[in-house]
């Protein structure tokens, strides 16, 4: 049986390595043999992840992995809430990436072997 992980992400893409570490982590996890289900909430400064042209901390760019992780079939959501508070929801996102709502997660939360935190 395929193992569930759910990853959400609070920490914004710049300022601390936390964003860039959960991104690096869910590809790790989507790389190794088990091959997991592996789905990403963004929520709080972390949405911002989902539009092109963001960079981390270190100003390395973080479009190229949400990409990846997109191809590689990793299910990318940013908080409804979220996105609204900060003027993220009408802007173009990454192709792949969608808005999510908390009941969303929710289902995730009970449905997954595993959660993780940034």
Do not use: N
């Amino acid at each position: 049986m395929t193992q569930k992980i759910v990853v959400i992400v609070h920490a914004a893409p710049y300022g601390s390595e936390r964003c860039l570490s959960a991104l690096r982590v869910a590809m790790a996890l989507r790389g190794h043999d088990a091959r997991p289900e592996v789905k990403l909430f963004l929520m709080s400064d972390a949405t911002v992840v989902g539009l092109p042209h963001q960079h981390d901390g270190a100003g390395s760019g973080l479009q190229a992995m949400v990409e990846q992780l997109v191809a590689e079939g990793v299910t990318l959501k940013l908080c409804r809430t979220c996105a609204l508070a900060r003027g993220l929801a009408e802007l173009t996102l990454i192709g792949g990436v969608e808005i999510g709502t908390l009941p969303e997660l929710a289902d995730w939360t009970l449905e997954a072997d595993k959660v993780i935190t940034f």
